[in-house]
């Protein structure tokens, strides 16, 4: 089982990027997919989740109307668009896989099974 996140780099405030997350050795569609991001110092923070069907998501207050999360099934892949960056949005970002806990789901909490290596994102003000 490899999480393979990929799509990070430098940015400007205000800019977009699209992290793309790729699974291999199974398949995705049975787990709900996370993002989560850490800056060095502090604790890995939950940026996002999709269930396995794509059909529930949840987002951390913060970052509401500005990143969405997607997946593709087909592809065994999960992308975040990450838009109107700010400086405080620098971190690590790391995809990961749990099993799909509807009660979990809901309280924003995901404890995974499986992490991919991070992909670096830095905006620079």
């Known amino acids: 089982v490899q999480l393979q996140a990929s799509g990070g780099g430098l940015v400007q405030a205000g800019g977009s990027l699209r992290l793309s997350c790729a699974g291999s050795?199974?398949?995705?569609?049975?787990?709900?997919i996370g993002w989560f991001r850490q800056v060095p110092g502090k604790e890995r923070e939950l940026v996002s989740i999709i269930s396995s069907s794509g059909g529930r998501t949840f987002y951390a207050d913060s970052l509401k109307g500005r990143f969405a999360i997607s997946r593709d099934n087909a592809k065994n892949t999960v992308h975040l668009q990450m838009n109107s960056l700010e400086p405080s949005d620098t971190a690590v970002y790391y995809c990961a896989a749990d099993i799909d806990v509807p009660e979990l789901f809901s309280a924003g909490v995901m404890i995974p099974l499986y992490w991919g290596q991070g992909t670096q994102v830095t905006v620079s003000s």
């Open positions: 050795g199974f398949r995705m569609d049975g787990y709900a």
